[in-house]
């Protein structure tokens, strides 16, 4: 893989973070991350979608009309969301039923038609299979992130695993409760927003003049 | 040729919808039988898991029959099939009843949560009275609020709890804050405030339509039924 190409694949891991610094995505990073499980299962499928969008309007870009280039962005993130659906409602049910909504939301998610918009309608297929799959990581990455603090936090659990022992509790006689902020969208704001902090402070050229 | 023409562009979204349409009813037709199959076997998969009997066989546990407002059986109606589409069997007083070996019933139960609907099956004692087990789920809660209520630890409080005062009707409540009453509350979902309510009302209706049902069993228990205690009997021996 040529450095340009491997550029595409990891630049959105830092540098341009989908949710951090194109502040694309934030309204699904808030409602998918009370728990890691569907955060790490909604990022691997936004992933696998923008991947394939990119891939998908990079080859028809050439003969597109780009009056209604909108719409035929949807209608091929919509269709490719679907066959996801149908093919994990078929194959995979549980993965389906833990997903439950969230395969509609990625059809909205801002990450897919900007990505589309912004990268795969100016570049080659290929450069554009990568830079959706980076896309789609960096933004696991984030949600990764906020997820392990708002389940540790919010319910004592960790990818449904117990890590704050029950016997702490308060109702068990212990002197810990959890944080019940944790669970709701603001929380997940704070977190970003004090990602975002860190992330400009290690990153001087990010910063606004 | 000019990409903005309307002729190329009227030309270019017909191509474009035929396609997709073409493709989406094609996957569509041929993953159905194995997604209703799946869904068939999830629904069989509850119903144990109600009656704590996970892991055996549906049809050797289970005696399925359809029961009318007025709790006498009719017939013509696969229960099964009726819970695919529960809401509309309620409105038709087509109720399905499955029945388990030991004499213990397991009805279901359909209502809706904040996002979507919700359904679910509970198990009930010989008294018809006593919550054996409880098994709920829901289209599109939201994870870690609402949908906590899909999960074992909280459908474990159900265990025990009594749909009677007396001989009045007061069903099962999930209180915000936490259960005070014993025998008929349960605690709410912290951050699932409407999809608690939600089921509060849920276990109020549906158990509601299957009173006459279940004040008949009480009066005259099906003997049959009770006689065998086969999938009861291998139940205990896996415990062990």
């Known amino acids: ?209 | 040729m000019n990409k903005n023409s309307n002729l190329y562009i009227v030309i270019y979204s017909t191509v474009m919808v035929v396609v997709v349409a073409t493709l989406l009813a094609v996957a569509a037709l041929a993953l159905k039988s194995r997604q209703d199959a799946n869904i068939l076997n999830e629904k069989k998969e509850a119903i144990l898991a109600s009656l704590s009997l996970s892991g055996q066989n549906y049809d050797e546990c289970i005696e399925a029959f359809v029961v009318n407002e007025k709790g006498e059986k009719i017939e013509g109606q696969d229960p099964i099939q009726l819970l695919f589409d529960l809401p509309t069997a309620f409105a038709e007083n087509t109720l399905p009843v499955f029945q388990a070996t030991d004499g213990r019933v397991v009805v279901p139960v359909s209502g809706v949560g904040l996002w979507g609907p919700m359904w679910g099956y509970v198990a009930l004692e010989k008294d018809m009275n006593t919550i054996s087990g409880i098994v709920l789920d829901h289209a599109g809660e939201t994870p870690g609020l609402g949908a906590e209520v899909a999960t074992p630890k909280h459908q474990a409080m159900y265990k025990g709890k009594t749909l009677f005062e007396g001989d009045e009707f007061v069903s099962v409540t999930l209180r915000k804050g936490g259960a005070k009453d014993e025998k008929h509350e349960v605690d709410a979902i912290s951050g699932g405030t409407k999809t608690s309510d939600g089921v509060t009302a849920m276990l109020k209706s549906s158990l509601g339509a299957y009173l006459p049902f279940l004040k008949a069993s009480v009066a005259t228990p099906c003997c049959e039924a009770c006689a065998e205690t086969e999938c009861e009997t291998n139940n205990v021996e896996n415990n062990e």
Request: aromatic share 10%; with cysteine.
């Open chain 1, 1 to 209: 893989m040529s450095n340009k190409n491997l550029k595409y694949l990891t630049g959105p891991f830092s540098a341009n973070n989908p949710v951090i610094v194109q502040i694309l995505g934030i309204c699904s990073a808030l409602a998918v991350t009370v728990q890691l499980k569907p955060a790490i299962v909604m990022a691997l499928s936004v992933t696998v979608v923008t991947a394939f969008a990119n891939l998908v309007m990079s080859l028809l870009r050439n003969g597109l009309p780009s009056r209604i280039r909108i719409i035929v962005q949807l209608v091929v993130i919509a269709a490719l969301v679907i066959l996801v659906d149908q093919v994990l409602k078929a194959f995979v049910y549980d993965v389906s039923k833990q997903l439950s909504v969230y395969v509609g939301l990625i059809i909205t998610n801002c990450i897919v038609m900007g990505r589309v918009e912004a990268f795969a309608l100016g570049n080659g297929p290929w450069a554009s299979f990568l830079d959706g799959i980076g896309n789609g990581l960096g933004y696991g990455l984030i949600l990764v992130i906020i997820g392990f603090f708002r389940e540790l936090f919010g319910a004592g659990t960790l990818y449904g695993i117990r890590v704050i022992p029950e016997s702490w509790y308060i109702a068990e006689g212990g002197f810990y409760a959890n944080n019940g902020l944790m669970l709701f969208p603001p929380m997940a704001l704070i977190l970003c927003g004090c990602i975002i902090w860190v992330h400009r402070s290690k990153n001087k050229d990010l910063q606004e003049k």
